[in-house]
């Protein structure tokens, strides 16, 4: 099963709630459930004040719902999963032979390979950049966790350190051009 996060706003009498995952943002849910209770309340304002409780009185506000949600994807951000260059070659080749096949390599596939790596994956960057001072050993033990099929929510969780600590050492990889960021959908 996924893991979903209810949204829920109260505005002006109404309640809506939207079901999301991960890849959606909550600040972008939150602003679309806003706007279909305005567009609620516009449309059946009237009707609102002395309602028995018949939902059928609304009916056809889903249509207008499923657009303003765009059919649930309004907030669907792209996930961007770190990879060393390194990796990327071999990476990119594994996913090519997948597409060969017709199939597409998705965050679900990235979910279910976590503790299946690839024999590419035990390359590892010299131990120069250590001793050269770009790195320290914490952080090059980490960048090896960048394999293309974690998130860096997963490296931090893997790695028993915040997410804030995980993303900036990121950033700092990916400023000494050793890293790459492939968008999933």
Known sequence: MRIFYLLLVFKEGVLCTAAADKNDDAKITHKALSDIIDKFITGYGETIKNWGGDVRLFRGFESTIDEMLQNGRVAEVELKIPILKIFEKDFLKSRKQIAKRGLVLTEEDLRQSRDQKPGWTSKRLPKQVITQGFLDKEMYKIAHIADGFHTIEEI????????????????????LGLLKFIEIR
């Not at 790695?159 to 990121?170: D, L, R």
């Open 156 to 175: 931090a969780e893997q790695s028993g350190k915040p997410v804030a600590e995980i993303q900036v050492m990121m950033d700092d990889l990916d400023d």
